[in-house]
């Protein structure tokens, strides 16, 4: 074993780091067993309710009408969400889209959207017109309003302040902490803070933005109160099979509204062809409990052994996790850069193609992506990227099989010792 490892330009004393660090965390991967199970058990109970076969892996075009296996997935959803309605489809071209069409879906001029997590995920500047664009909610005459986290929790006071005052029609609540440097929100936050809403403003629509969260624990938003729920399928309920797509799930009357949206007023729903992909969200879904517990358990090895190399870590192996991503504040460009390229030698896909910080459309500051993955974009992928600005943080998420995670991660931490070699000569 110790020679393949060297083959893949492993060396015996990263093999044995990760090795010893893997014996430390024996006890919280058998927590994220238990949680494995249990959503394995959500997800098969609700194919069972709905009768999964054959006939659902069948195809529509053109239009879309009658597309049985469409229309049955979006049951399925509805079913695992414990959900009205859901709307899931290929035609969302990312978790950005799907939250742009609901909110476009929902908001109409003169109402407010209201962020009470502080900052949105930098893609939404544009959609919302935090940062200028000719066609952004401000551009139609929405309000935008935000009010900041408090030592990573809701400022209940400002909240309860600013619905008494006036009428804010969507509250936006988003989990992952997106290239932020806060904590994650977890489901008991999202409850209690729910909760308080509900004693001040009965209708405010409140729209989670639930990415890098599903299957992460036993609840999701819905059940704890929310209104809406968005979330991307090239990240967790994809498994890693859908190509591209996105979720939309919640009360029937909202979710009829971002349909309408998506596709046209008057056909909503009822349109939209699944050109083939009806299997592979299935079997997405089927398998994204399993690979959520693969990604957790790279991050969790992840953090134990980059805190031992003395960097900082968010969440620690130890913490309750939240989403799927790990944080390494490397507090410098080189060791941010070295472990991101490290990551890409660890890929299935394009191992031998190097990641250098670029331009990415919708992002402030330049952002090195580390992505050999099957699906272009992919982040419940092994992937790893951080934003070219002081404290250097990475963002490291997914793996689809956990023994290619730690793959993934050896070849990081060599990377960044040859890195120390090359600084030394
Ligand atoms: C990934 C993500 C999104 C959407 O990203 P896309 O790349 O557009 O799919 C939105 N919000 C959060 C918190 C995310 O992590």
Not at 192 to 206: H, L
Request: with cysteine.
């Amino acid at each position: 074993m110790l020679e393949l490892y060297k083959q893949e330009g492993i060396s015996e004393k990263t093999y044995h780091l990760v090795q010893k660090a893997e014996e430390k965390v024996k006890k919280v991967f058998d927590e994220i067993d238990q949680i494995t199970d249990y959503n394995s058990l959500k997800v098969i109970h609700a194919f069972h309710k709905h009768q999964i076969s054959e006939v659902h892996f069948t195809s529509t075009t053109g239009y879309g009408y009658g597309d049985v296996g469409r229309d049955t997935i979006e049951k399925v959803y509805a079913t695992l969400f414990k959900a009205e309605d859901a709307l899931v489809r290929t035609q969302f071209i990312s978790g950005t889209h799907a939250l742009t069409v609901t909110l476009f879906g929902l908001l109409r001029p003169r109402d407010v959207l209201l962020s009470i997590t502080g900052k949105p995920y930098d893609t939404l500047e544009e959609v919302i017109g935090i940062k200028k664009n000719e066609s952004s909610l401000l551009s139609f005459g929405i309000g935008y309003e935000q009010i900041d986290l408090i030592e990573d929790d809701f400022d209940y006071k400002k909240i309860k302040e600013t619905l008494e005052k006036r009428k804010i029609k969507v509250i936006e609540i988003q989990r992952s902490k997106g290239y932020s440097t806060r904590k994650s929100i977890s489901i008991q936050k999202v409850e209690k803070v729910i909760k308080e809403i509900r004693k001040v403003d009965r209708d405010v629509i409140i729209m989670v933005d639930n990415c890098y969260c599903e299957f992460v624990c036993e609840k999701e938003p819905i059940e704890v109160g929310a209104d809406i729920v968005v979330g991307s399928l090239i990240k967790n309920l994809g498994g890693g099979i859908a190509p591209n797509g996105a979720y939309v799930v919640g009360k029937r009357n909202l979710v009829h509204l971002v349909a309408e949206r998506l596709t046209v007023p008057g056909e909503g729903k009822e349109v939209g062809p699944s050109l083939g992909l009806n299997k592979s969200l299935l079997h997405g879904l089927f398998l994204a409990p399993s690979v959520v517990g693969s990604a957790l358990k790279t991050a969790i090895l992840t953090s134990f052994v980059l805190q031992q190399l003395g960097y900082e870590v968010e969440p620690t192996a130890f913490e309750k996790r939240i989403d799927i991503v790990q944080n390494v504040i490397f507090g410098n460009q080189t060791d941010l850069i070295h472990f991101c390229q490290g990551i890409q030698k660890g890929s299935p896909v394009d191992a031998h193609v190097t990641p250098v910080p670029w331009d990415m459309p919708g992002y402030e500051n330049q952002v090195i992506m580390a992505a050999g993955a099957f699906t272009s974009g992919s982040s419940i992928e092994l992937s790893c990227d951080g934003p070219i600005r002081p404290p250097y943080i990475a963002y490291m998420q997914g793996s689809l099989t956990y023994p290619a995670g730690k793959i993934g991660l050896m070849k990081a931490i060599e990377q960044m010792y040859k890195r120390e070699q090359d600084d030394s000569m």
